[in-house]
DNA sequence: TCTATCTTGTTGAATGATCAACTACATACT
DNA sequence: AGTATGTAGTTGATCATTCAACAAGATAGA
């Protein structure tokens, strides 16, 4: 007899789903990142970050806010901006208002680095992901996807 | 005017959808991963090899074999295993007829973490991807990553 | 004001992943 | 047989991420 507690196992179906998925994402990722390494020496975790600085106004965002943007621990986003720093793609800055704030900046250096690495991993998204998917499928793709971080986003436990 | 070299820039929607799985990845992969190692001390590409030894004949896969089922190099592999080894996890062996062969084995120890581990972890998937998702799009997503999956699998350049 | 508590960001140690170099066995060719 | 090339797996160094501990400023309440 089942009870509320009794763990809900996957039918064949959803294993398959489950495992495309698992697959899927660990190809993907690799592959851009490697594209992304090879040809431009940065991650696929640091382009992120560069893409969000490259929006915000004045190129800069606060520490806290940069690391929820992009779904990373703060400290993984310190050491990630210290080596960027030392490469002269992003500079620190003080916060005006918070005197225990820190704004990473994007340096104009920085900002020609992102312009050329973004070609590649445009074009890596484009051919490896939407040109082979229908449409239709690619917005139920985004619908599920928006709803995990929905879910998820921000709760540690 | 266009050439066959241009970069073909992301529709704001498929930005959209692209944001999307990147960050839904990221925080379904990080939650899976933290529920797996506070209540059993597995990570998820532990648990995932132990998966596939399980399924195995002799709960017993080679290296080489085993690093392409899930996708990790030989390097990280021959880590893993070291590291799953040093726990009475898995043990390894020798292949009887490949002399340089080395098979991962999933101890008895080894499958009953494995059993309760699984519980965790499909109810994660289940409650954080599955429950919340309409049937049909998790088709398409299953579609979509098993073409990703065939496309890149595999080919390192 | 004084105190307690929360938030921000950093630090350094420990853990895990990547990379290049290497050993050993297998396979193919002459 | 002998040689060359390919494949399996390991190793250790380097690099990135996590984790716990911490310092400093902000906030709220007595």
């Known amino acids: 007899m089942e009870t509320v507690t009794d763990t809900p196992w996957l039918s064949t179906e959803q294993q398959h789903i489950w495992r495309a998925f698992l697959g899927g994402t660990t190809v993907l990722t690799d592959r851009l990142d ?3 390494r090879t ?6 975790p640091e382009y992120e970050i560069l893409v969000r600085l490259s929006e915000a106004p004045d190129r800069a965002i606060r520490m806290a806010e940069l690391a929820d943007a992009v779904s990373h621990s703060r400290s993984r986003v310190t050491h990630t901006i210290a080596r960027l720093e030392r490469e002269g793609i992003v500079q620190r800055g003080n916060c005006s208002d918070d005197g225990r704030g820190v704004s990473a900046i994007l340096t104009d250096h920085g900002f020609s680095v992102l312009e050329e690495a973004a070609h590649t991993h445009v074009r890596g998204v484009n051919d490896y992901l939407i040109e082979n998917a229908d449409p239709a499928d690619l917005e139920a793709l985004g619908r599920i996807m928006q709803q995990v971080v929905e879910q998820l986003q921000g709760k540690r436990f």
């Open 34 to 36: 490697r594209d992304l």
């Open 39 to 44: 040809a431009h020496g940065l991650s696929m």
